[in-house]
């Protein structure tokens, strides 16, 4: 059974940091690629960072570069994507949702393949 789970998000000040973490299990970790996504209330969902399947890709939305940063590492049979958030924004306020997929994508994760987590909320106060 696959499970994608995600843990880390808060609340903090304009200017903060957070680490969200995300683990994947029951897929085949070494052809997964991992992302993050998210959702802010009347806004519709948008990529914010993938990393591929080997680590050696990664990518940002230009909202988020040179604040972002992905990683991720894997170990017996399961993939923690990490994502270091600093000098956060309100706008960064959302559902942050982690997933799964064969692609590396921005643009969203495959029906068949893809995998999404349960979501986890940051909120960032000015």
């Known amino acids: 059974q696959v499970q994608v789970v995600e843990s880390g998000g808060g609340l903090v000040q304009a200017g903060g940091s957070l680490r969200l973490s995300c683990t994947a299990s029951?897929?085949?970790?070494?052809?997964?690629?991992m992302g993050w996504f998210r959702q802010a209330p009347g806004k519709e969902r948008e990529g914010v960072s993938c990393?591929?399947?080997?680590?050696?890709?990664?990518?940002?939305a230009d909202s988020v570069k040179g604040r972002f940063t992905i990683f991720r590492n894997k170990a017996n049979g399961k993939s923690t994507v990490y994502l270091q958030m600093n000098s956060l924004r309100p706008e960064d306020t959302a559902m942050y949702y982690c997933?799964?997929?064969?692609?590396?994508?921005?643009?969203?994760?495959?029906?068949?393949?893809?995998?999404w987590g349960q979501g986890t909320q940051v909120t960032v106060s000015s």
């Open positions: 990393i591929n399947f080997s680590g050696g890709a990664t990518y940002y």
């Open positions: 997933a799964a997929d064969l692609f590396c994508s921005l643009a969203g994760v495959s029906e068949a393949v893809g995998y």
């Open positions: 029951g897929l085949p970790v070494d052809d997964y690629g």
